[in-house]
């Protein structure tokens, strides 16, 4: 939020605004440190944020009386933000892929492939898995490397126009502030439960075809629960539930994501020996861990909102989720 823009004597700022001027603050500032040092905490920033933003704007634009100005925003942030985030992807994926090489020689994962009888047994079996994973490790530091390179192109080229592309949304919603406050808000919490909804037909049939885009939404379910989930106990607790089904389906997402590039990497792999057998297990056991979580956590978060669907679309924000207080349901989830 800008200190040039004065809001009328006696005029309290509005909690998304204060929410939405701290997220672009943090994007800019971290889109500069990656284009000098791409670290894995600066590309998981600016990507997490440009999401986090995308979702904010949109749910502040549905409020408003639709209008060339704000779709024409919205839809220039969601353009730049989608290019932004596919061009660090390959950066993001090979950061997540290195720790989770590295997790495989520790002993903590030795303990648990011999419990799941995957440990090699032999030492020439070891060594042949040692050198898979070494091999793999090379090859994604390379593509991290290539990927950073190519991301330094981009922001020399992009990246004014990229802060540009946000200080006018900020500016547009800085602009509209007053007229939020006339509204009666669609609560967060109730715009992450809608969200839920709509991915609730794939819930009874996840698997690993449809997991991946029921991951896509969850995440963006809970970044509008989280919204308020600073300010309100009861968003807390729907956040707490979203963000345990989007860590199980991440969790599963990468194991499968890496050993699809093992399979790539390792063409001549042996389907019983090595880390390809090892990584398909744990992608296996990801997946069915994932498939159960968000399918119990679903149903019960599902069963309660569904009853208080339109009561939900119309609560103002603060006061968001009455009736989920004191709801044991929630409370199980």
Not at 29 to 38: F, I, R
Not at 123 to 145: F, S
Not at 166 to 188: H, I, M, P, R, T
Not at 236 to 249: E, F, G, Q, S, Y
Request: aromatic share 6%; proline share 3%; net charge positive.
């Amino acid at each position: 939020m800008k200190a040039s823009l004065l809001l009328p004597p006696g005029y309290e700022v509005h909690p998304l605004q204060v929410k939405w001027g701290q997220y672009f603050d943090r994007w800019r500032d971290s889109l500069t440190e990656c284009a000098h040092k791409p670290t894995r905490k600066n590309v998981h920033t600016v990507r997490g944020l440009t999401l986090r933003l995308g979702v904010l704007a949109e749910y502040c634009v549905h409020q408003l009386a639709a209008d060339a100005e704000s779709v024409s925003e919205l839809r220039r942030w969601g353009k730049e933000g989608r290019k932004l985030r596919r061009e660090m992807a390959p950066i993001r994926d090979a950061d997540v892929f290195l720790g989770r090489l590295s997790y495989l020689k520790s002993p903590q994962m030795s303990a648990k492939l011999a419990s799941a009888q995957l440990n090699p047994t032999s030492k020439r079996e070891n060594a042949k898995c040692m050198r898979e994973i070494e091999k793999l490790t090379q090859r994604v530091q390379q593509q991290r490397q290539e990927a950073i390179e190519e991301l330094a192109e981009m922001l020399e080229k992009r990246a004014k126009r990229l802060k540009r592309v946000s200080v006018k949304l900020e500016d547009y919603l800085d602009s509209q502030v007053g007229n939020f406050s006339k509204l009666e808000f669609v609560s967060a919490s109730g715009a992450a439960l809608t969200k839920l909804a709509t991915l609730g037909k794939a819930v009874p049939s996840l698997d690993s075809a449809s997991l991946h885009s029921f991951r896509k939404g969850v995440k963006e379910a809970l970044y509008l629960a989280e919204l308020a989930a600073d300010t309100d106990a009861a968003s807390n607790k729907l956040a707490v539930t979203l963000r345990k089904m989007h860590v199980a389906t991440g969790d599963w997402h990468d194991w499968h994501a890496l050993a699809q590039v093992a399979r790539s990497v390792l063409p001549e792999y042996d389907e019983l020996v090595g880390v390809v057998p090892v990584l398909e297990k744990l992608s296996e056991d990801g997946l069915l861990s994932a498939v159960e979580i968000c399918q119990g956590s679903a149903a019960r978060l599902l069963k309660v909102g569904m009853d208080d669907g339109e009561l939900l679309k119309r609560k103002p924000v603060g006061s968001v989720l009455v009736r989920f207080k004191d709801s044991d349901s929630l409370r199980q989830a």
